[in-house]
């Protein structure tokens, strides 16, 4: 049973994006407010990304070009904006940077981290920059509702391991892309 209260999401969204968000993207569907369907994006790219009922959590901010920038020079060495970043928990990637994994300067032992009890397991945190999307979604010629998305969803499939460094990678990780946009009724 794969159930939302398995799942903890901690979403952030940077003024003047939540607002941005409203009337960019919801616009007459003022039902819903930009965090629910921010959520509801976050659970179709979990239903996804996990497999079985691991109860985790995660984050979610959506910020500014010069957050992001900051965020890719100081952990990644690329001293440019991105559209989104991934800090995972749990799996390695080309986010270390040349310096390489964090746990390589700090001596941890040889132990795995216990959570206090009732706890989720943490994945990780996913960073998007909503300026960084619109310039895309424009380039695209797509709306910005479909870019948003997309950067969240392979921002959570890139905290449970996936990657894009290797064809066969790509491929699979565009398909779990393609499977979460059509949960959310969003054409790829």
Same mark, same amino acid.
């Given at each position: 049973?794969?159930?939302?209260?398995?799942?903890?999401?901690?979403?952030?969204?940077?003024?003047?994006?939540?607002?941005?968000?409203?009337?960019?993207?919801?616009?007459?569907?003022?039902?819903? $407010? /930009?965090?629910?369907?921010?959520?509801?994006?976050?659970?179709? +790219?979990?239903?996804? !990304?996990? &497999?079985?009922? %691991?109860?985790?959590?995660?984050?979610?901010?959506?910020?500014?070009?010069?957050?992001?920038?900051?965020?890719?020079?100081?952990?990644?060495?690329?001293?440019?904006?991105?559209?989104?970043?991934?800090?995972?928990?749990?799996?390695?990637?080309?986010?270390?940077?040349?310096?390489?994994?964090?746990?390589?300067?700090?001596?941890?032992?040889?132990?795995?981290?216990?959570?206090?009890?009732?706890?989720? $397991? /943490?994945?990780?945190?996913?960073?998007?920059?909503?300026?960084? +999307?619109?310039?895309? !979604?424009? &380039?695209?010629? %797509?709306?910005?509702?479909?870019?948003?998305?997309?950067?969240?969803?392979?921002?959570?499939?890139?905290?449970?391991?996936?990657?894009?460094?290797?064809?066969?990678?790509?491929?699979?990780?565009?398909?779990?892309?393609?499977?979460?946009?059509?949960?959310?009724?969003?054409?790829?």
């Amino acid at each position: 049973m794969n159930s939302q209260q398995d799942r903890q999401v901690y979403l952030s969204v940077d003024e003047p994006f939540s607002g941005r968000i409203l009337s960019d993207i919801l616009g007459d569907d003022q039902g819903t $407010s /930009p965090e629910d369907w921010l959520l509801g994006i976050v659970q179709a +790219a979990l239903d996804v !990304a996990l &497999e079985g009922t %691991e109860a985790v959590q995660m984050s979610l901010v959506i910020t500014d070009d010069e957050t992001v920038h900051s965020l890719n020079a100081q952990f990644r060495g690329l001293d440019e904006v991105t559209d989104v970043l991934s800090f995972s928990a749990e799996h390695p990637g080309h986010w270390e940077g040349e310096a390489g994994p964090l746990s390589d300067s700090v001596e941890t032992g040889d132990f795995d981290f216990v959570m206090p009890p009732g706890e989720h $397991s /943490p994945l990780g945190e996913v960073i998007v920059s909503y300026p960084q +999307a619109q310039r895309q !979604a424009e &380039e695209r010629g %797509e709306p910005l509702e479909h870019e948003l998305a997309l950067l969240v969803v392979h921002g959570v499939l890139h905290l449970v391991g996936h990657d894009h460094l290797e064809p066969d990678e790509t491929e699979l990780m565009q398909a779990k892309e393609r499977t979460a946009l059509t949960k959310l009724n969003i054409k790829t």
